[in-house]
């Protein structure tokens, strides 16, 4: 079956812009979490989305934001871009969710944002 | 707030040798995932580990729970450069319930 599918890869943006990305899950899969990876950092959770609804949130400033659809796909949008923003956002989708997860996660190749 | 501490952050060995990895924590962990990601990839699941002293084994990779659910470790043996890749351990809270990673092991098999 088709993986987790993130659009778009890559994507350039200067400061001050905002930015949304794409999140496809695995068909079936109603829970959708974000990370925002960087060298430094390592992973860091951002949020968790299950059946339209957030129900975990890491510890980011409100610029972040998402959201998930009826059809389980989900996005999330970064406003007033700042230089450490840059970084690869990965969305990962599990069949379960909420709490307590002990299911796999499902990771998607990525969007990487360079904001310059 | 509970933290995943992984050592040693890089690794750089010949093929055939063999390599651990650790991962710990002073809290604990209801259950342990171990990924790898290759550049350019998204993290994939290696292996989950629930009960404590559990090992399991995946082809040359052994992974171990630690006995109080605190640890684990990733031992590989005889390395091919296929094994080089970002190895991430990530424990599910006992207390929340929420995935927590680990900083990642880099791991470079040299020819």
């Known amino acids: 079956k088709a993986g987790v599918t993130q659009t778009p890869r890559y994507l350039i943006k200067t400061r001050g812009q905002q930015v949304t990305l794409s999140c496809s899950p695995i068909?079936?899969?109603?829970?959708v979490s974000w990370y925002q990876q960087t060298p430094g950092q390592g992973l860091q959770f951002l949020f968790e989305?299950?059946?339209?609804?957030?129900?975990n949130k890491g510890n980011f400033p409100g610029r972040f934001s998402g959201r998930q659809f009826s059809n389980s796909r989900s996005e999330m949008n970064v406003s007033t871009l700042e230089l450490g923003d840059s970084a690869l956002y990965l969305c990962?989708?599990?069949?379960?969710?909420?709490?307590?997860?002990?299911?796999?996660?499902?990771f998607g190749e990525g969007s990487r944002l360079t904001v310059l | 707030t509970q933290l995943l501490e992984q050592s040693p952050q890089f690794l750089s060995i010949q093929e055939g040798e063999n390599l651990t990895v650790y991962c710990n924590s002073s809290?604990?962990?209801?259950?342990l995932q171990w990924y790898r990601q290759e550049p350019g990839e998204g993290p994939v699941l290696l292996v989950t580990?629930?009960?404590?002293?559990e090992v399991k084994k995946l082809k040359r990779l052994t992974f171990q729970f630690g006995d109080a659910r605190k640890d684990s470790s990733l031992h590989i043996t005889a390395a091919q450069t296929g094994d080089t890749g970002l190895y991430l351990c990530?424990?599910?809270?006992?207390?929340?319930?929420?995935?927590?990673f680990g900083q990642g092991t880099t791991l470079q098999v040299k020819p």
């Open positions: 990962a989708s599990s069949y379960y969710g909420g709490s307590p997860n002990t299911g796999e996660l499902f």
């Open positions: 068909s079936g899969h109603r829970s």
């Open positions: 989305y299950f059946s339209e609804t957030q129900r």
């Open positions: 809290s604990v962990f209801s259950s």
């Open positions: 580990v629930v009960t404590g002293g």
């Open positions: 990530a424990g599910i809270s006992g207390n929340t319930g929420k995935l927590i």
